[in-house]
C-alpha cells in the first residue's frame, strides 16, 4: 500500500519545487500548481500501482526478486513510459490554442506528470531491491513458498472477461447506449464565466449580488460598455443616435446618458440588459448589438463604437475558446495515435482509442452541464446554476486524453504481449483484460477520490473540475475499458493488430513489449 503512495508523494513534492522555480521564469496561473498537484497524484499512484501489481505477479510466479524487478520495468514500465508521454503530449496540446495563461498551465501539469513517471521507473524498482519479497503480505510469501498460489483463472476478473468474450455485441451496445444517454446535456453546453452569482448562498459576495439583481435588475451586475472616439462632433451625434435606438432594443433594460472622457476624446454609453450576466440572452444580445443594431444606427457615418464590459470579454473568451477547441481536439487525438501506432503496430488499436476518449469526454461533459448549467446540482453541491467555464474544456479535455490514453495503455499492452506469444486474438483479449482489469478499476477508484476531493473546494470552477474528471475516470474505467473496448476487440477479431505491411517498414521501432518477447517470435 505504501509504495505507490510514497513515491508518488515524493515525486509530487519533487515536482512541486520545480514548478515553484518555473514562476521565475514564465507566468503559471495561480490554480495550476494545485491541478498539476491533483494530477500528478492521481497519475503517480496509477504508475507505481500498474508496476507493483507487474511485480508482485512475477514473485508470486516464484521469480527471483531482482529479475522480477527487471521484468516489471521492462513490461509494466515500458507501457508506464508511453502512458505518461501521452499524457504530456496531450497536456502541452494546450500550446496550440496560444493562449499564454494556457501556456503555464500545460507546463506546470506536464512537467508533474514527468517527475512521477520518473520516479515509477527510477525510485521504485530501487525500493524494490529493499524490500524484495516482503511486497507480499505473508500469507502470499507462505502460497509461494509452499506452491498453493491461488488459480488466476477462477477470479472475477478472468470471469468477466470471459463473459465479455461469450456476449461482446449485446454487451458493445449497452455501453453505447449508456455513453450516448450521458452525452445529451452536451449539446446545449454554454460557455461562459462563473460570477459571484455562483457563490455559496450566505456568503457576503452572493448576498451582495443578489440584492442588486433584486433591487436593479439582474442585467445591474454584468453592465455592457458601449465606447466611442470623439474626434468630431459628428461622432458625438453619431453615439447620442446609438444610444436611442439602445433605448428601444428588446434585452436592454437602461441605457445611460453620453458620458464623456475629461479631455472629450472618448464616449462612454453604460448598457443596463435586462437578464443576468451568465443567461444566454445576455450574450445573443451582445451579437445582436455588434452585427446589427449598432450598424444600423450608425447608417451613413463612419464613427467606430466597440461594444465592451466584462461580461462582454467574457463572452469573446468563450467564442474564441469554442472557435479554436476543433483544432485542439484533432491535433491531440492525432498525436495521441500516432505513439499509439508506433507502441502497437497497429491502425485499429489507435483509432479505437481516439473514438473512446471523445466518447468519454462527451459523456463527462454531459454529466457537468446536467449539474451546473441545468441546476441539478445546485442544492447538492451548495452552488447558483450558470455557463459553463470557457477555459474549462479544453483543460478537462488535455486532462481526460492523457488518463484515457493511461488506460487505454495499460489494458492493450498486456493483451499485446499475449498476442505477440501466441497470435490468438480471443485469448489475448482475455488474458489481458484479466491481468489488468483489477489495477485498471483500482487505479480509476484512487483516483476519483482525488478529483472527487475538488468537488469540497468553495469556488464553482473547482467543483466544475472535481465532478467532470472524476465522472470521466468512472465512465472511462467502469463503461469503456471494462465493457466496450474488450468486447470490440473480440469483434474485430485478428483486425486489431493488422497494419499495412510498408507501414510497418516505414515506422520507427518503439515496442511498448519486451525485447524478449519479440526474439521469441
Not at 204 to 227: M, W
Request: glycine share 10%; proline share 5%.
Amino acid at each position: 500500500m505504501l509504495l505507490p503512495l510514497g513515491v508518488a508523494l515524493l515525486a509530487l513534492g519533487t515536482a512541486s519545487g520545480i514548478v515553484t522555480l518555473l514562476t521565475h521564469a514564465m507566468g503559471i496561473a495561480s490554480f495550476a500548481p494545485i491541478l498539476g498537484s491533483l494530477i500528478g497524484l492521481g497519475v503517480g499512484v496509477d504508475y507505481a500501482l500498474f508496476i507493483v501489481s507487474r511485480y508482485r505477479r512475477e514473485i508470486s510466479r516464484g521469480v527471483d526478486p531482482e529479475e522480477a524487478a527487471a521484468k516489471s520495468i521492462d513490461t509494466s514500465g515500458r507501457a508506464v513510459l508511453f502512458a505518461g508521454a501521452t499524457v504530456c503530449i496531450a497536456l502541452l496540446g494546450l500550446f496550440v490554442l496560444r493562449l499564454s495563461f494556457l501556456n503555464g498551465v500545460a507546463v506546470a501539469a506536464s512537467t508533474t506528470v514527468l517527475v512521477t513517471m520518473a520516479a515509477s521507473l527510477t525510485l521504485l524498482p530501487a525500493l524494490f531491491g529493499v524490500l524484495k519479497r516482503r511486497v507480499h503480505s505473508r500469507r502470499s510469501r507462505k502460497s509461494i513458498d509452499s506452491g498453493t498460489v491461488k488459480d488466476h483463472e477462477q477470479s472475477m476478473w478472468a470471469k468477466w472477461s470471459r463473459s465479455v468474450a461469450k456476449r461482446p455485441r449485446s454487451l458493445a451496445l449497452g455501453a453505447v447506449a449508456i455513453i450516448v444517454l450521458l452525452s445529451i446535456p452536451f449539446f446545449s453546453l454554454h460557455l461562459g464565466s462563473s460570477d459571484q452569482g455562483n457563490n455559496p448562498k450566505g456568503t457576503t459576495t452572493r448576498s451582495a449580488y443578489d440584492l442588486l439583481a433584486k433591487g436593479f435588475g439582474p442585467g445591474t451586475n454584468g453592465p455592457l460598455q458601449v465606447i466611442a472616439q470623439i474626434k468630431s462632433p459628428s461622432d458625438t451625434a453619431a453615439l447620442e443616435q446609438v444610444a436611442t435606438a439602445l433605448s428601444t432594443t428588446p434585452g436592454v433594460g437602461q441605457v445611460s446618458p453620453v458620458i464623456t472622457s475629461p479631455d472629450g476624446t472618448v464616449g462612454l454609453l453604460q448598457v443596463i440588459p435586462s437578464t443576468g450576466p451568465q443567461d444566454i440572452k445576455t450574450s445573443n444580445l451582445i451579437k445582436a448589438l455588434r452585427s446589427t443594431v449598432i450598424p444600423k444606427a450608425l447608417a451613413g457615418s463612419k464613427t467606430a463604437i466597440y461594444v465592451g464590459g466584462t461580461t462582454a470579454i467574457f463572452d469573446d473568451f468563450a467564442s474564441v475558446i469554442s472557435g479554436k477547441l476543433p483544432l485542439f481536439i484533432g491535433v491531440i487525438i492525432l498525436l495521441g495515435c500516432l505513439l499509439l501506432l508506433l507502441a502497437f503496430r497497429s491502425l485499429v488499436i489507435p483509432l479505437t482509442a481516439g473514438v473512446m476518449n471523445l466518447f468519454a469526454a462527451g459523456a463527462s461533459f454531459g454529466i457537468v452541464v446536467a449539474m451546473f448549467q441545468w441546476g441539478w446540482g445546485e442544492k447538492l453541491l451548495n452552488i447558483g446554476s450558470g455557463p459553463i467555464e470557457a477555459f474549462l474544456p479544453v483543460i478537462m479535455l488535455a486532462i481526460l486524453f492523457g488518463l484515457s490514453m493511461d488506460y487505454q495503455v495499460f489494458l492493450v499492452s498486456r493483451m499485446h504481449e499475449e498476442w505477440l506469444h501466441t497470435k490468438e486474438n480471443g485469448k489475448a483479449v482475455i488474458v489481458g483484460q484479466t491481468e489488468t482489469g483489477r489495477i485498471i478499476t483500482s487505479a480509476a477508484l484512487i483516483m476519483i477520490t482525488v478529483f472527487a476531493s475538488f468537488v469540497f473546494g468553495g469556488e464553482k470552477v473547482i467543483k466544475e473540475f472535481g465532478i467532470g474528471l472524476a465522472s470521466a475516470v468512472f465512465i472511462d474505467a467502469f463503461v469503456l475499458r471494462t465493457i466496450l473496448v474488450p468486447a470490440l476487440m473480440h469483434l474485430f477479431g485478428s483486425t486489431n493488430w493488422w497494419i499495412p505491411t510498408w507501414l510497418d517498414k516505414g515506422l520507427p521501432h518503439l515496442s511498448v513489449d519486451p525485447v524478449e518477447s519479440e526474439e521469441v517470435l
